[in-house]
């Protein structure tokens, strides 16, 4: 009998939690996001993350379900990436390496710079991994094909079978991402 009370009471909560994260996506729409802006080169971003935007990062790996569908939803594509990242979970690399803008799609795809940057710094925020910059700082890595689409799938194809998250040893704890999700610095 507990254990039934538990199980339902867990179904409750994740319903509840799949509500308010719905409810906060939707304000993601009326809340604008301006994207990130790197203030001091190369180290020092400002994530100008809005209101909903918090809120959906305090909320955590609940939140994770109902932002992957809006990767397909070009009105919040940037904001929902950039989100992702900061839950950290690694089941949002593959879906976020897909949701980036091809070297082919740049041209004709509204907002593409701001797509790629907000997928850069997601990806290296979950994997720290030094695809596009060392060390996650902005220092650029000429190591992979220029596109970062391109570049992170060719990470992706060799690190997917093996990567984890918990099995980062590397610190987050650099000065690039001082407050980013999960990773917040205390």
Not at 66 to 73: G, T, Y
Not at 153 to 158: D, G, R, V
Request: glycine content about 6%.
């Amino acid at each position: 009998m507990l254990a039934l009370g538990m199980r339902l009471f867990a179904q409750i909560q994740e319903s509840s939690n799949d509500a308010q994260a719905q409810n906060l996506i939707a304000e993601l729409y009326t809340h604008p996001w301006e994207g990130a802006e790197n203030l001091c080169s190369p180290m020092c971003w400002n994530f100008h993350f809005t209101e909903p935007m918090l809120k959906i990062i305090e909320m955590g790996p609940p939140a994770q379900n109902a932002l992957l569908p809006k990767l397909n939803d070009p009105a919040i594509k940037d904001q929902a990436i950039i989100l992702l990242g900061g839950l950290g979970d690694e089941r949002a690399v593959g879906p976020i390496i897909d949701a980036m803008v091809g070297k082919d799609e740049i041209a004709v795809t509204p907002n593409a710079q701001k797509i790629n940057l907000a997928a850069v710094l997601a990806l290296t925020n979950i994997t720290v991994a030094e695809v596009t910059w060392h060390h996650g700082g902005g220092i650029e890595v000429r190591k992979r094909p220029p596109n970062p689409k391109e570049g992170w799938t060719e990470w992706w194809q060799n690190n997917q079978p093996t990567f984890k998250v918990k099995e980062i040893k590397q610190s987050r704890r650099y000065s690039n991402y001082p407050n980013y999700g999960i990773y917040k610095q205390q």
